[in-house]
């Protein structure tokens, strides 16, 4: 059987810079290419100098693919493509093709503009990444060439996000990225077609963490809210204000907000019953 080699070149023990290099039958495949949201130098981003040491990574990757829009999935793509060097396909669904840039340029403004950090990348370089990217449908048979082919399945987790399986022959790798089982008030629980793929990557962030149910925390998250704007919009301290800001920065904002509104739907009924009983 011939050989399929897996080689994280980001987040291989830590969250952020999410970025695997997978070799299959001869064909190399880039799995996301996010940032390290917690350096402010070169180690933000991927080890790209594991593919080549100079030139450009056109030549040694027959394809990119990005799982969602999230930085530290997609936070080095124009860094990858434009400073370093590659022209080459990059696939990702048409919501993260829409959403990406967007995240790209704010993060861009604020590490440039505002910190006034060098060696990064630019608006037009942001630009010039997009236009090599290639949307992808859900479910979507895509023949990058003559051996390689993909197809991306939901994962769930935000809007956009895919899981991948790539194949070459009868060789076949699954790539989850971050993935939710759970549905909650706007996104689905992640699906994907019955399959034996010889090599599994999975997203472990909460592997071993056991957490409370989503109906817990957000009861818990809906009180605080509460409680702050009967205080006028503070929080009983500087801890609990930084909890909230924690909670609405969080990946899980978009269903925050769902909450949010969900609450304030009732609340109207809720007054709207009151008034007419009165």
Same mark, same amino acid.
């Given at each position: 059987?011939?050989?399929?080699?897996?080689?994280?070149? *980001?987040?291989?023990?830590?969250?952020?810079? =999410?970025?695997?290099?997978?070799?299959?039958?001869?064909k190399n495949i880039m799995l996301d290419c996010g940032m390290h949201m917690g350096f402010n130098d070169d180690r933000r981003f991927p080890d790209f100098s594991y593919i080549t040491q100079q030139g450009r990574l056109t030549e040694f990757l027959d394809c990119? %693919? %990005? =799982?969602? +829009?999230?930085? /530290?999935?997609?936070?080095?793509?124009?860094? #990858?493509?434009?400073?370093?060097?590659?022209? *080459?396909? %990059?696939? #990702? @669904?048409?919501?993260?093709?829409?959403?990406?840039?967007?995240?790209?340029? !704010?993060?861009?403004?604020?590490?440039?503009?505002?910190?006034?950090? @060098?060696? +990064? +990348?630019?608006?037009?370089?942001?630009?010039?990444? #997009?236009?090599?990217?290639?949307?992808?449908?859900?479910?979507?048979?895509?023949?990058?060439?003559?051996?390689?082919? %993909?197809?991306?399945?939901?994962?769930?987790?935000?809007?956009?996000?895919?899981?991948?399986?790539?194949?070459?022959?009868?060789? =076949?790798?699954?790539?989850?990225? /971050?993935?939710? #089982?759970?549905? !909650?008030?706007?996104?689905?629980?992640?699906?994907? !077609?019955?399959?034996?793929p010889d090599i599994l990557i999975s997203e472990s962030t909460y592997a071993t963490t056991i957490r409370d149910s989503k109906r817990c925390r957000e009861r818990d998250f809906l009180k605080k809210v509460h409680e702050t704007v009967e205080r006028g919009g503070? *929080?009983? !301290?500087?801890?609990?204000?930084?909890?909230?800001?924690?909670? *609405?920065?969080?990946?899980?904002?978009?269903?925050?907000?769902? @909450?949010?509104?969900?609450?304030?739907? =009732?609340?109207?009924?809720?007054?709207?019953? @009151?008034?007419?009983?009165?």
């Open positions: 059987m011939p050989e399929i080699k897996v080689t994280p070149l *980001g987040a291989g023990q830590d969250v952020g810079r =999410s970025c695997i290099l997978v070799s299959i039958g001869g990119v %693919i %990005i =799982s969602h +829009f999230h930085l /530290d999935h997609c936070g080095a793509l124009p860094y #990858m493509s434009e400073m370093v060097g590659y022209d *080459g396909p %990059i696939y #990702m @669904t048409h919501p993260t093709k829409a959403i990406c840039p967007i995240l790209l340029e !704010d993060f861009r403004k604020i590490t440039v503009d505002k910190k006034g950090e @060098t060696n +990064f +990348f630019t608006s037009q370089m942001i630009k010039d990444c #997009m236009k090599k990217v290639v949307p992808l449908n859900l479910h979507q048979t895509v023949q990058v060439d003559d051996e390689l082919e %993909i197809k991306a399945y939901y994962a769930g987790h935000v809007l956009g996000a895919a899981m991948v399986q790539i194949k070459v022959g009868s060789e =076949s790798v699954v790539y989850t990225g /971050d993935y939710n #089982m759970t549905p !909650d008030r706007h996104l689905g629980a992640a699906w994907i !077609d019955k399959c034996r503070k *929080g009983a !301290d500087e801890h609990e204000s930084a909890h909230l800001l924690l909670h *609405g920065a969080h990946r899980e904002s978009q269903s925050l907000l769902q @909450t949010l509104h969900h609450l304030d739907q =009732s609340e109207d009924q809720k007054n709207l019953c @009151t008034e007419k009983h009165v």
